[in-house]
């Protein structure tokens, strides 16, 4: 059962007390190093998960589509604080309050499966990612992240500098690896703006990584 069917068959006192929100492109959906009470399910639009780093650059870490949802990690250990989530397109999502959550999980197996579920996956996806995003050179991740930007359909917003903090690369070595990809047919750069030469070149390039 998938978290669109979850959320139709919830009891009406349940429903009663969901919040419902929109969220115009670009906009925070969650402000980083707050603490948070509540569960988001997205059901429109696309949002991504960031993560600064101690440099200061931003690693994007999930993207997330509809009927997926985050916040549960904080909803379950008040010590841990939000991570910035940004609307990548319009979003509606429904905020839940985890007193809420809590007693939903009670009478619902389908929807406390769905829980544990998104945790565990979580869990791996975080440190599978850690560990091989340390292993690609700066080529690869400026790859990766063009990639990412293509995906969720904003690479015509992408800026140097964005990626420059996105790579952790400074601006000079981040020029070198932006050539080295034009020269290697992956990519081009034009009027400060974007776009993939090939994106079957770029993702068998990256095969390795997607696919894990």
């Known amino acids: 059962m998938n978290l669109n069917d979850i959320v139709n068959v919830a009891p009406k006192w349940i429903k009663k007390e969901f919040i419902y929100k929109r969220h ?13 009470d509540y569960l988001y399910i997205l059901t429109a639009g696309i949002a991504e998960v960031y993560r600064q780093t101690y440099d200061g650059a931003m690693l994007s870490l999930y993207i997330y589509e509809a009927y997926s949802c ?3 990690i904080e909803i379950f250990n008040e010590k841990i604080k939000t991570l910035s989530v940004i609307a990548k397109q319009n979003c509606e999502t429904i905020a839940i309050h985890k007193a809420m959550v809590y007693e939903w999980m009670k009478i619902d197996f389908q929807f406390n499966f769905y829980l544990m579920k998104q945790l565990a996956s979580k869990l791996i996806l975080s440190s599978d990612t850690a560990a091989q995003l340390s292993l690609l050179t700066a080529k690869d991740r400026l790859l990766l992240s063009i990639h ?6 904003d690479l015509d917003t992408l800026t140097k500098q964005m990626l420059s903090s996105e790579v952790c690369a400074p601006i000079r070595s981040l020029n070198r690896s932006i050539a080295q990809c034009i020269n290697e047919g992956f990519i081009n750069y034009q009027n ?11 993702e068998k390039q990256l095969d390795h990584f997607l696919l894990s």
Do not use: D, V
């Open 24 to 36: 115009k492109k670009g906009s925070l959906i969650i402000h980083p190093h707050e603490q948070n």
């Open 70 to 72: 985050f916040g549960e």
């Open 148 to 153: 990412n930007h293509y995906k969720i359909g």
């Open 192 to 202: 400060k703006k974007f776009s993939i030469t090939s994106i079957e070149a770029i």
